[in-house]
């Protein structure tokens, strides 16, 4: 009995970001809610997909999540003039069964050590629980939607500290979502929440 293989599938989508597409793949990327960024190429060892992008010149970012990758270009190219290239560039690769991934990595709080992107939650009391289910249930869908990522990183004094991710991370809007999208619905269903800040990767 013959396998049938799914032709692979690419398609971009514009972000909130206008230096960010989101090139979604009709295939799994990342297993087990790993969400992956790469700020420049020596954060790229052991993910061949990240480094193959670098050799892109105009690649500036590179975040990685479920089944999209999404690229944040320099602001001296045009994404009409690429955006062609990099999805044929990603069928190809994946048609060739091409890996995201050789190993991997290690969780870690030292931002200077490979995939500083897996972003570690500081859950410590039962409201930072409240706060992870709000942001993970309203939040944390329309941000992946727009190619990007949120994760808890603490609550202190009534601040909440978030990361952003991916088109997130740079957007001109990203500031305005955080307090008047983000910040609001949280002081709303949790009134021990007085402001929402973005911490810086």
């Not at 514009?14 to 954060?43: D, H, M, R």
């Not at 249930?137 to 609550?155: C, H, L, M, N, W």
Request: hydrophobic share 40%.
């Amino acid at each position: 009995m013959e396998t049938t293989i799914t032709p692979i599938v690419v398609y971009a989508e514009q972000t909130p970001n206008p230096a960010a597409l989101k090139f979604v793949i009709n295939k799994l990327l990342l297993e087990g809610g790993i969400q992956l960024e790469f700020p420049s190429v020596e954060f790229c060892k052991g993910a061949p997909l990240a480094q193959k992008l670098f050799e892109f010149p105009f690649v500036k970012n590179i975040f990685i999540s479920n089944n999209y990758v999404s690229i944040t270009k320099v602001d001296a190219i045009e994404w009409s003039d690429v955006m062609n290239e990099l999805r044929d560039f990603l069928k190809t690769y994946f048609t060739n069964n091409g890996t995201v991934l050789n190993e991997l990595p290690k969780i870690t709080d030292n931002p200077n050590t490979l995939h500083q992107s897996i972003i570690k939650s500081t859950i410590v009391e039962e409201i930072d629980m409240r706060i992870v289910d709000v942001l993970n249930e309203y939040i944390k869908p329309a941000v992946e939607q727009d190619g990007g990522a949120i994760t808890f990183r603490s609550f202190k004094d009534g601040v909440v500290t978030v990361a952003l991710q991916g088109s997130c991370s740079g957007c001109p809007s990203s500031q305005m979502t955080l307090k008047a999208g983000i910040e609001g619905l949280l002081k709303r269903l949790i009134p021990e929440v007085e402001s929402v800040q973005a911490e810086e990767l």
